[in-house]
């Protein structure tokens, strides 16, 4: 893809890309059915499911070759994302790649004993949170994650502990957890100052701009299972499809996952390429999916009756992290509120 295509509003993929996407595709298709979530609900976690995802390279990808990886774009990484999301998969691969692209631009990879945080071997969580105060927070990866990267005040700290603090139940189905600094048994400062806490910010907009790219792949599903099941489900001989009450939504959704598919790519491109130049669409794609994809995961279990709030089906499964995934980046008001703030500032 040529470099400036996205600024341009071509959100055409080069054939690299659509071959990267269908690689991810058919790996979550076949290695993460239904099944495998359900089964992962206690932990938020399957550790066999991200050992085999880190086999193909999706954390090595995501860092520069100065960091051991194998620089892979923020476009390529929104890709990935998507199919994730598509399969609600129980791997916290967005937290930490987030993280290691921090610890990478803050220098925080030069060792060797830093390769098995760039080979996914151990996990790093992020706090995505704007505007924690000092003490215990919560960290959507806090329950598996060997490091923990936060923000203090004006410093960026990682933290370690010896034993793996306890889940936290939670609508997302995420390995969340309570997260006290002052209880860690490692503290180790990063950086400082005001560069720090620019990258620091940097990879909270990165983290908002995939987990946004996650919820179109999910959305999507849930569109397709309503839409399969409108085809199939009959009313005074004729499909439910067929019905205004029913193909209407679901047009409307499908409006929904490509709007916020091109804003994801395209913040994704700026956030890469010309980070100062559009600073809001990051938080924007957030805040956009953050909203509309618990609205269109509602329509699409409403499609379905009785039959889509039920427990066992599928359709109940992405409403829950359709609702609980935004949650993990806090109150989205705060979100909403500074990318206000950005837009505004770009237009003074």
């Known amino acids: 893809m040529d470099r400036y295509e996205l600024r341009r509003q071509d959100y055409s993929l080069s054939e690299d890309q659509s071959e990267l996407q269908a690689t991810y595709a058919k790996f979550f298709k076949t290695r993460c059915p239904l099944e495998v979530v359900r089964a992962a609900e206690a932990t938020g976690f399957d550790k066999n499911l991200w050992e085999q995802l880190c086999g193909t390279g999706a954390t090595t990808m995501a860092l520069p070759e100065s ?6 774009t923020l476009v390529d990484l929104t890709l990935v994302a998507e199919e ?20 990478a631009r803050l220098g925080a990879l030069d060792s060797d004993g ?14 995505p949170r704007i505007g924690v105060a000092a003490g215990a927070r919560l960290i959507p990866a806090g329950a598996v994650a060997d490091h923990i990267v936060i923000r203090e005040g004006d410093e960026i700290v990682r933290l370690g502990f010896d034993t793996r603090p306890a889940r936290v139940d939670n609508i997302g189905r995420l390995p969340m957890a309570w997260i006290d600094p002052a209880a860690a048994d490692r503290r180790t400062v990063l950086a400082a100052g005001a560069e720090a806490i620019a990258e620091h910010d940097r990879a909270l907009d990165e983290w908002r701009v995939l987990t946004a790219a996650a919820l179109v792949g999910l959305v999507e599903e849930t569109l397709r299972i309503a839409a399969e099941f409108a085809t199939t ?16 939504p679901l047009a409307n959704i499908a409006i929904t996952v490509q709007g916020a598919r091109n804003l994801a790519r ?7 390429c010309e980070p100062e130049a559009q600073r809001a669409l990051a938080p924007a794609a957030f805040v956009y999916m953050a909203e ?3 609205r269109a995961a509602t329509m699409a279990v409403h499609v379905q009756g009785g039959l889509g709030v039920a427990a066992e089906s ?11 995934w935004p949650l993990a980046g806090g109150d989205a008001a705060a979100a909403a509120a500074r990318t206000a703030e950005l837009f505004a500032a770009a237009q003074s």
């Not at 395209?266 to 890469?272: C, G, H, I, K, Q």
């Open 233 to 248: 489900r009959y009313t005074m001989g004729v499909p439910i499809s067929t019905l205004q009450g029913i193909s209407h």
């Open 292 to 294: 509309e994809a618990p």
């Open 84 to 103: 994730l999301g598509r399969a609600i998969a129980p791997v916290p691969w967005i937290d930490h790649i987030c993280a290691s692209r921090l610890l």
């Open 67 to 72: 960091a051991g990886g194998d620089g892979a």
């Open 114 to 127: 830093d390769a098995a945080i760039v080979e996914g071997r151990e996990l790093v969580g992020l706090e």
């Open 266 to 272: 395209r913040a994704s491109w700026f956030l890469e």
């Open 314 to 324: 599928a359709a109940s499964a992405y409403l829950l992290r359709a609702k609980g």
